[in-house]
């Protein structure tokens, strides 16, 4: 489970989309940009490859309840 999630606008427009993302996820911090067709580029280390799918579905999810609704 994500804890922590934190987004901001990426760029100063908010017309223009993009958003920076942080979370802990299992005592670990992550960091990275979700972009709007949905990709995630992680700025610093990645999530550990068995929990990735799961972490991007939860981050999915909280970017649609909080920035497309």
Do not use: C
Request: hydrophobic content about 30%; glycine content about 4%.
């Amino acid at each position: 489970m994500l804890q922590h999630f934190q987004f901001k606008p990426l760029y100063n427009s908010s017309q223009l989309p993009g958003w920076t993302i942080h979370f802990y996820f299992e005592k670990q911090r992550y960091d990275g940009v979700y972009h709007q067709d949905g990709t995630i580029e992680w700025t610093h280390s990645e999530p550990p490859a068995q929990d990735l799918d799961k972490i991007k579905s939860q981050i999915h999810e909280l970017m649609l309840f909080h920035v497309y609704e």
